[in-house]
């Protein structure tokens, strides 16, 4: 799927499904909640921590989904077009970066 295709679909699926957006205060307060449960798979995964009892069965792939949803939830309701801003980014990012990292001492 395109990102396009998964914001279109995100988009019904909240129609059909979640009723509404919820407001963009409470997305942005839900991302950083998920935000922090691939955080915790991170640190317990391939950091130091030990996984709970309780956090048995967590899959990084699924947090990491609940950001990708949540993230094209703020992306749909203040009508920005991730494709578009990817693109953007990525052309931002190689004229700025593309010598940077060659020359990085630190990354060879």
Do not use: P
Not at 89 to 106: A, G, M, P, V
């Amino acid at each position: 799927m395109t990102i396009a295709e998964a914001q279109t679909i995100v988009d019904n699926w909240i129609k059909e499904n979640g009723v509404r957006y919820f407001n963009e205060l409470t997305n942005m307060a839900i991302l950083t909640e998920e935000v922090g449960e691939v955080a915790r798979i991170m640190a317990r995964q391939y950091g130091e921590q030990s996984f709970k009892k309780s956090e048995e069965g967590k899959q990084l792939s699924d947090e990491l989904a609940d950001v990708l949803f949540v993230l094209i939830c703020i992306a749909n309701q203040t009508g920005i077009d991730l494709t578009e801003a990817l693109r953007q980014n990525l052309e931002k990012k190689t004229s700025r970066d593309s010598d940077r990292h060659k020359q990085n001492e630190k990354l060879r």
